[in-house]
């Protein structure tokens, strides 16, 4: 099955393939369509300069391609992809960075929550900010993350033993924030952590002996 070119350009909407976040919208003709195709990064035309280009071929920004759908009239192409870096050249992470509406009652997906801070994170890493907690916790090191990380499991766990749901709150917000600091710090992706979550999940009692509580779920 191929993408309907007949009316020359169709529109291809590009899709964050690990949050699910809509971050651009481009077109393709055939030839962009074919080269997305070949080189596994997205190619499109470009209307206003009548050229093709390679997303990410100037800036570094580049979307490794996992997977290509159409809709039903097969003249919309979806692309699910690993952006390494902004999808606008905004410096925003979607373009679609303008709201206009939100209903205050719509939750926002945990996944996309988790990813989003740990981008804030890496950013934080590659590109110090002045009076940033996270720039200052990179450049003191591993020692100090790692006893911030242990300082906000115990408080996690005195709020805990208080009953007090709000501090249990906090302090795991906190401790979560400090986790992904650290996996930050030793090069570790989300999606690693992820993958792990997985196979664990999937097993069906063959837990390892000296871990059975953990490996076992």
Not at 118 to 130: D, F, G, H, L, Q
Request: hydrophobic fraction near 30%; charged fraction near 30%; aromatic fraction near 8%.
């Amino acid at each position: 099955m191929k993408p309907n070119f007949s009316q020359g350009l169709i529109p291809a909407v590009i899709v964050d393939d690990h949050t699910g976040e809509v971050l651009m919208l481009a077109y393709m003709d055939e030839t962009a369509y074919e080269r997305t195709l070949e080189t596994k990064e997205t190619w499109f035309y470009s209307r206003s300069r009548k050229e093709y280009w390679n997303k990410g071929a100037t800036s570094g920004n580049k979307q490794i391609v996992k997977s290509i759908s159409l809709d039903c009239d097969q003249d919309t192409i979806l692309v699910r992809v690993q952006p390494l870096g902004p999808a606008c050249h905004t410096g925003e992470t979607s373009c679609f960075y303008n709201e206009i509406y939100r209903d205050e009652s719509t939750s926002i997906p945990s996944s996309t929550i988790y990813a989003s801070l740990m981008e804030e994170i890496k950013e934080k890493k590659n590109t110090p900010v002045a009076g940033s907690y996270t720039t200052y916790l990179f450049e003191k090191g591993i020692d100090k993350i790692a006893k911030k990380l242990i300082e906000e499991a115990g408080e996690v766990v005195i709020g805990a033993k208080n009953g007090d749901k709000e501090e249990v709150i906090n302090e795991s917000s906190d401790l979560i924030y400090h986790c992904l600091v650290l996996l930050a710090d030793q090069g570790i992706a989300l999606e690693e952590v992820e993958a792990e979550l997985k196979r664990r999940s999937s097993k069906k009692g063959n837990a390892k002996e000296e871990r059975p509580e953990i490996e076992n779920w």
